[in-house]
């Protein structure tokens, strides 16, 4: 198989592993429409888990999921959790929005996901670790940035919803150019918008910490956080600093 066509040969096999065993009409990735390539996703994963660790899938059931990390992360389509980080099931409590953004701690304003998700995870299965995962040419925050020069397009929820970034992004992009002088321009930052992406991990981190019982578990040594920005176009990972002030390449 040539190297320059991995995904299609990913895919056929995936298509040919689940349907070898019955009626092989369907070999090929073009005799497939999306759907029934994603129920051929589904026999392949039963092929691979089910068959192949029977006794890790059926602990599972007994005993419950004790995930090592929750993950908060954009639902981008190019940025899967479990497909980058090549986990197995069980190992990652995930929630996925528009741009990997925490709200701020605020139990009393109607249903909240990320707020639940999270109450779950550091509640119930006391996870030891919560990565927030950014990454490259972030449609959530291109979507920020345009909104705050006067260049968004209307919407119903994604304007709000993205500029709950806006306070990070102040606070964590560079706002001095060169010489430590002059503010960078929202419009510049457009050029840049890789270092947004990168603030509004880091704001999340911050709001993180606004949830007490987060707070409290991670100054009594029991959680850690991290945030990690993955380049989409050279497949490199980023994570934040102990500190959270910068973000260091942690790949080659
Ligand atoms: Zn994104």
């Excluded at 299609?8 to 070999?27: A, F, M, N, P, W």
């Excluded at 589904?42 to 990390?69: C, D, I, S, W």
């Excluded at 707020?115 to 670790?129: K, M």
């Excluded at 007490?212 to 990972?237: C, M, N, Y």
């Amino acid at each position: 198989m040539a190297a320059k066509e991995p995904l299609k040969y990913l895919r056929t096999e995936i298509v040919q592993e689940s349907h070898s065993k019955d009626k092989g009409e369907c070999g090929t990735e073009s005799s497939c429409c999306d759907l029934d390539r994603f129920v051929a996703g589904v026999q392949g994963f039963k092929n691979r888990f089910y068959e192949r660790y029977p006794e890790h899938m059926q602990k599972l059931v007994t005993e419950g999921q004790r995930p090592v990390a929750l993950m908060i992360a954009c639902s981008d389509s190019r940025v899967d959790p479990a497909l980058l980080l090549n986990v197995a099931p069980g190992d990652l409590f995930v929630v996925r929005n528009v741009a990997n953004l925490v709200p701020p701690y605020r139990p009393s304003q109607g249903p909240d996901g990320v707020g639940a998700a999270l109450e779950y995870a550091v509640h119930h299965l006391e996870v030891p670790h919560i990565i927030v995962l950014g990454h490259a040419q972030c449609g959530g925050i291109k979507a920020l940035l345009n909104m705050a020069t006067g260049s968004g397009f209307p919407s119903d929820f994604i304007g709000e919803w993205v500029s709950m970034a806006m306070d990070a992004c102040w606070q964590y992009v560079p706002n001095k150019d060169g010489e430590g002088m002059r503010q960078v321009s929202l419009e510049r930052l457009k050029d840049y918008s890789y270092l947004v992406e990168r603030a509004a991990i880091q704001g999340s981190l911050a709001n993180l910490l606004t949830y007490p019982w987060v707070k409290e578990a991670v100054e009594a040594g029991r959680l850690f956080l991290q945030g990690w920005w993955f380049d989409l176009e050279s497949g490199d990972l980023w994570v934040t600093s102990g500190d959270n002030t910068q973000f260091l390449p942690v790949t080659d």
